[in-house]
Nanobody
Framework: HVQLVESGGGAVQAGGSLRLSCAAS????????LAWFRQAPGKERERVAL???????VYADSVKGRFTITRDNAKNTVYLQMNSLKPEDTGMYYC?????????????WGQGTQVTTQV
């Protein structure tokens, strides 16, 4: 049974930082691609960062240079370091993981953690 559990969200002043964590169980996070998504109220869910199986990364234009996705294989955990936070970064953040090592098909999802950036 695969389980992804996010943590690290909270309220922060604009310009501040947060680090989100996503701990995986029943799953080998080192072998598959992983991603962070976010959804603001009234908006569609958007992918903010993707970490490929080989370590390559892709970021949304809105977070390039501010967010960093990393993986700790020993802890089976993926992180999202968020710096220089803006009010528009507010939303529910979800981690997602692929269900196959051969294709980045993100079928496993966590329950989400709320990030609120205050002016």
């Amino acid at each position: 049974h695969v389980q992804l559990v996010e943590s690290g969200g909270g309220a922060v002043q604009a310009g501040g930082s947060l680090r989100l964590s996503c701990a995986a169980s029943g799953y080998d996070a080192s072998r598959n691609c992983l991603a962070w998504f976010r959804q603001a109220p009234g908006k569609e869910r958007e992918r903010v960062a993707l970490l490929g199986r080989s370590g390559g990364t892709v970021y949304a234009d809105s977070v390039k240079g501010r967010f960093t996705i990393t993986r700790d294989n020993a802890k089976n955990t993926v992180y999202l370091q968020m710096n220089s936070l803006k009010p528009e970064d507010t939303g529910m953040y979800y981690c997602a993981a692929a269900d196959s090592s051969s294709i980045c098909r993100l079928n496993y999802w966590g329950q989400g953690t709320q990030v609120t950036t205050q002016v």
